[in-house]
């Protein structure tokens, strides 16, 4: 990732305020992992569009906004499991947008962060642009621990690449991501310890403007992103997106996504 580490210190004092209760010990790791990340990268729960407040979804059919998740969210109980498998876009600098200025949007699967707002397990892949040049990540991610880059896979647009979270307990699980074509995978395990529990109460598929620098990065122009093969496991049976909830970003009074579901993917379009 491509953020300065200039601004740590009022980072920390800022994130600090807004982080779910944490034991004073967990903390103190919290910030000194902060102090060793380059960048921060954080993804959030659902905000409501022009505040810091949770947008706790409520199961109607009725499209919600917010400013920084657009997607489908399962709402329930017993979701241990989330899949999808997408094809890398290209992002590109959003109309009227600069070229000496980093865009860059997300898409993940996760477990929770909006009806339980006390964690998220979630991995995915970044995609960034400042002015001809692209860059990818893929990330797992506890939240409210920062998000962290998987090392040994390398990410390209058009890459199908699967991901995928797997809860053991509410304290413990997988993060996956395989690019489909090779067969290739990393998976990052956590092993207890975690910053948060979680309630298993969410299954989403998500693309994000996500948080870095303590605020919201500008959003990229990601085109569409299809999740396909979209499955959830809740209860041991395994589930399709289309009762799910959709979410679209909406920022300074505008729309920014278009997302449907059908039984077996969520599409996320940039409008
Ligand atoms: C971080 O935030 C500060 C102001 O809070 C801003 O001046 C700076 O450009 C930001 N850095 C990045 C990399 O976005
Ligand atoms: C919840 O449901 C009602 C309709 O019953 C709707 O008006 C409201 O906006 C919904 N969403 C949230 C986030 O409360
Ligand atoms: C992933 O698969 C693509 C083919 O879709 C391939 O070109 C690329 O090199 C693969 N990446 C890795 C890291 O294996
Ligand atoms: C999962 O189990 C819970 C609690 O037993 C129940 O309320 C819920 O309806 C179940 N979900 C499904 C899809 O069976």
């Not at 740590?8 to 209760?21: F, K, N, Y």
């Not at 995928?164 to 413990?172: H, L």
């Not at 396909?228 to 909406?250: M, Q, W």
């Amino acid at each position: 990732m491509k953020f300065s580490v200039t601004f740590i210190s009022s980072i920390i004092l800022a994130t600090a305020a807004v982080a779910a209760p944490l034991t004073s010990q967990r903390k103190a790791r919290h910030e000194a992992r902060r102090i060793t990340r380059s960048n921060g990268r954080e993804s959030h729960p659902p905000y409501k569009p022009g505040t810091n407040e949770i947008l706790h979804l409520n199961k109607t059919s009725k499209e919600e906004y917010s400013s920084n998740w657009a997607g489908a969210v399962l709402i329930g109980t017993g979701y241990t499991a989330v899949t999808a498998e997408f094809t890398v876009p290209t992002p590109k600098v959003p109309t009227g947008g600069s070229s000496n200025k980093q865009y860059c949007a997300s898409a993940w699967v996760g477990i929770d962060g909006d009806t339980c707002d006390t964690a998220i397990l979630q991995t995915g892949v970044d995609f960034c642009i400042q002015g001809s040049s692209v860059s990818y990540d893929a990330w797992y991610e506890w939240y409210p621990d920062y998000a962290y880059d998987f090392s040994g896979i390398s990410i390209a647009a058009g890459n199908v690449i699967r991901v995928t979270v797997d809860a053991t307990s509410q304290t413990s699980g997988t993060a996956t991501v395989e690019n489909v074509s090779t067969g290739k995978s990393v998976t990052h395990t956590f092993n207890g310890g975690v910053d948060g529990n979680l309630c298993e109460y969410n299954a989403e598929w998500i693309v994000e403007d996500f948080q870095s620098n303590n605020s919201l990065v500008p959003f990229a122009n990601f085109g569409t992103v299809t999740f396909s093969n979209a499955e959830a496991t809740d209860n041991g049976s395994t589930v399709g997106p289309s009762g799910a909830t959709l979410i679209d970003i909406k920022q300074s009074n505008a729309i920014l996504t278009s997302s449907s579901v059908t039984s077996s993917s969520v599409t996320v379009k940039y409008v």
